[in-house]
T-cell receptor
Framework: SQQGEEDPQALSIQEGENATMNCSYK?????LQWYRQNSGRGLVHLIL?????REKHSGRLRVTLDTSKKSSSLLITASRAADTASYFC?????????FGAGTTVTVRA | EAQVTQNPRYLITVTGKKLTVTCSQN?????MSWYRQDPGLGLRQIYY???????DKGDVPEGYKVSRKEKRNFPLILESPSPNQTSLYFC????????????FGSGTRLTVV
């Protein structure tokens, strides 16, 4: 079953701008993860935030988690052309990883 | 290099002809799983394995089989493939002893005609 749902489905921004995408989920989780996928290739793990954490940073990435609203957001700051990809949130419920349909981000030069 | 290796990368087959997609990881991970990715549906879990000889169904197990005889390998078997199994397949692994997420293979694009 599809646990996470990303919003928006697609996002187009200028290089240097920030990109924000949101994820909502339905049931309780152990942690929430964000992945990047470049055009039909394998998924790359970006960041994991545990259910008892509210915010986490990794380089230009910032992830927030609001378990009361069952939602998370991923912020990519100072975007680059190389950030063009699809981004997926995935909720982990005891090793059952459930993905949303993803947000496609296009960064224009 | 730590990785999950899937083979083949591309496969075209005919309906009903048994096939196996192999998956191997070199990170000594306990957990392995298979996903299929279809446009507009995201990734859906097919089967997963918590450790050797321990497997369980995911969300879309019909038409698939798996086995976990060794820790490093987790093959996906399609006994009688049908066109609705045309998809992009990913294998992934992880360990409860690590704080990171899952490591994914590069994918297998399967077409059943």
């Amino acid at each position: 079953s599809q646990q996470g749902e990303e919003d928006p489905q697609a996002l187009s921004i200028q290089e240097g701008e920030n990109a924000t995408m949101n994820c909502s989920y339905k049931t309780s989780i152990n942690n929430l993860q964000w992945y990047r996928q470049n055009s039909g290739r394998g998924l790359v793990h970006l960041i994991l935030i545990r259910s008892n954490e509210r915010e986490k940073h990794s380089g230009r990435l910032r992830v927030t988690l609001d378990t009361s609203k069952k939602s998370s957001s991923l912020l990519i700051t100072a975007s680059r052309a190389a950030d063009t990809a699809s981004y997926f949130c995935a909720t982990d419920q005891s090793y059952k990883l459930s993905f949303g349909a993803g947000t496609t981000v296009t960064v224009r030069a | 290099e730590a990785q999950v290796t899937q083979n083949p990368r591309y496969l075209i087959t005919v309906t009903g002809k048994k096939l196996t997609v192999t998956c191997s990881q070199n990170m000594n991970h306990e957990y392995m799983s298979w996903y299929r990715q279809d446009p507009g549906l995201g990734l859906r879990q097919i089967y997963y394995s918590m450790n050797v000889e321990v497997t369980d169904k995911g969300d879309v197990p019909e038409g698939y089989k798996v086995s976990r005889k060794e820790k490093r390998n987790f093959p996906l078997i399609l006994e009688s493939p049908s066109p609705n199994q045309t998809s992009l397949y990913f294998c992934a692994s992880s360990s409860p002893l690590e704080s990171g997420g899952y490591t994914f293979g590069s994918g297998t694009r399967l077409t059943v005609v």
